[in-house]
């Protein structure tokens, strides 16, 4: 009977660890979605009680998960991200938030990634970072990178190079001669710009070119890119639309891009909807 309820009690605080856990996924998610939110709105959330939403803070914060503000949380930025990037990364966020859960939808336990730099790319980061599932990431991305560095379960490997601060990316010879050695499962690239002539382009010669290498280390080749890109034409051309296997984006695309990306020869488009990933 004693050994019973001893296992009873271990039983008891095992549910209690697992719950206590699942709430603080759900805190992190909630937070990654929303950007920031208050103790009020996280309680309503989760269902769970002001005082041990502030517990579950404290340790999330203890984990360099979160960073306090008054009155509530948010998701802790990766240190060191350039200014320029950082403005860049709020324009568009929440379609790109959206794009990258989609992304994050495609990943798989034991898979090799390569993960491009970019504003888009570090949501998926981020994404990823809240809710981690076992991979190899190779990425030319300092941000992706920062955000990664302390997830467990996500082995990265930071490809070497020529630093692009405009864009916190790796660039270069070196760079170039890394990817020449590897090969992927899936590759994920953001985009500065989609012109009309159906291309991905660049404002960097070297980012132009390792872009154009990634996409031809990986089985199944992804581009996500929130609207706004379509349309645009900087000076180096990275690749066709039509070398992708999916680009993801949003659904702010003009009628006249959405007839033109669904005739695509082989590269399927998925336009996400604002609402689809939010609850």
């Not at 270069?172 to 989609?194: K, R, S, T, Y």
């Not at 404002?203 to 379509?230: C, G, P, Q, T």
Request: charged share 25%; net charge negative.
């Amino acid at each position: 009977m004693i050994n019973l309820t001893r296992q009873d009690d271990h039983d008891d605080q095992s549910l209690g660890n697992l719950v206590q856990l699942d709430r603080l996924a759900a805190i992190r998610r909630q937070l990654y979605q929303a950007g920031s939110q208050t103790i009020q709105e996280l309680a309503a959330a989760t269902g769970a009680s002001e005082p041990t939403i502030r517990r579950d803070l404290k340790l999330l914060e203890e984990d360099g998960a979160i960073e306090r503000v008054h009155g509530g949380a948010r998701l802790m930025q990766a240190i060191g991200s350039e200014v320029a990037f950082d403005l860049r990364e709020q324009r568009h966020i929440e379609a790109k938030r959206d794009i990258a859960e989609a992304a994050y939808g495609l990943l798989r336990p034991g898979q090799t990634v390569l993960f491009d730099a970019g504003t888009t790319m570090a949501q998926l980061a981020r994404r990823l970072r809240v809710q981690p599932i076992p991979l190899t990431v190779i990425t030319n991305g300092l941000t992706v990178a920062q955000e990664l560095a302390t997830v467990d379960a996500v082995r990265v490997v930071l490809v070497g190079g020529d630093l692009r601060a405009e864009n916190m990316s790796m660039v270069g010879p070196q760079a170039e001669a890394m990817l020449n050695g590897i090969w992927c499962d899936q590759v994920f690239l953001g985009a500065g710009a989609i012109a009309e002539d159906g291309a991905i382009y660049s404002k960097d010669d070297r980012e132009a070119s390792l872009n154009a290498l990634m996409l031809r280390r990986a089985a199944y080749r992804v581009l996500i890119a929130d609207a706004s890109k379509l349309g645009l034409r900087t000076t180096f051309r990275v690749a066709p639309l039509s070398d992708l296997d999916l680009f993801v984006t949003d659904v702010a695309a003009p009628p006249a891009w959405r007839e033109r990306l669904g005739h695509l020869p082989r590269t399927k488009t998925r336009f996400i909807e604002p609402s689809e990933f939010r609850e």
